[in-house]
């Protein structure tokens, strides 16, 4: 489950789906979809002869992976895991909170790394519903990411 890394992409010099937008990344569905009536009325190619139609589209796009809870969340993990690649990061493995298994401590729970040692998060970091936690190794350098 390893993600690859390359820590010389440098993927912030790209605008995000978000940033076409003009809405940050924790905007509801209904503020992304405000932003998108509002850009698509404006550089629609009918409407305005001077736009580009790369900025229609690019528009048009990105509407289309937000409005979809599953294609941005899967989106959303991207950008994470672009985030994680800039710092040189590795992702060990994208899991859910179940997939944790109890330790002698009740309060903690754990999940085994590649390199022998164990991601610990405690219980009361898992309250908080749809949230992502990073969760650093123990002993080595990679992280597991935890939906909540």
Same mark, same amino acid.
């Given at each position: 489950?390893?993600?690859?890394?390359?820590?010389?992409?440098?993927?912030?010099? #790209?605008?995000?789906? %978000? +940033? =076409?937008?003009?809405?940050?990344? /924790?905007?509801?569905? $209904?503020?992304?979809?405000?932003?998108?009536?509002?850009?698509?009325?404006?550089?629609?190619?009918?409407?305005?002869?001077?736009?580009?139609?790369?900025?229609?589209?690019?528009?048009?796009?990105?509407?289309?992976?937000?409005?979809?809870?599953? #294609?941005?969340?899967? %989106? +959303? =993990?991207?950008?994470?895991?672009? /985030?994680?690649?800039? $710092?040189?990061?590795?992702?060990?493995?994208?899991?859910?909170?179940?997939?944790?298994?109890?330790?002698?401590?009740?309060?903690?729970?754990?999940?085994?790394?590649?390199?022998?040692?164990?991601?610990?998060?405690?219980?009361?970091?898992?309250?908080?519903?749809?949230?992502?936690?990073?969760?650093?190794?123990?002993?080595?350098?990679?992280?597991?990411?935890?939906?909540?």
């Amino acid at each position: 489950m390893l993600e690859s890394m390359d820590c010389t992409n440098d993927a912030s010099s #790209q605008p995000t789906l %978000y +940033d =076409i937008l003009g809405c940050p990344q /924790d905007s509801s569905t $209904e503020k992304l979809k405000e932003a998108y009536h509002s850009l698509i009325l404006k550089h629609h190619p009918d409407k305005n002869s001077d736009t580009d139609t790369s900025t229609f589209h690019n528009i048009q796009r990105a509407w289309d992976i937000l409005s979809n809870p599953e #294609q941005r969340k899967e %989106y +959303d =993990i991207k950008i994470a895991q672009a /985030d994680f690649d800039s $710092e040189c990061v590795l992702i060990f493995a994208k899991i859910n909170s179940k997939e944790l298994e109890p330790t002698e401590d009740s309060e903690i729970l754990s999940y085994p790394c590649r390199c022998g040692s164990n991601y610990q998060v405690h219980i009361d970091d898992l309250l908080e519903k749809n949230c992502v936690l990073h969760i650093p190794c123990e002993d080595c350098t990679f992280v597991i990411i935890v939906d909540t």
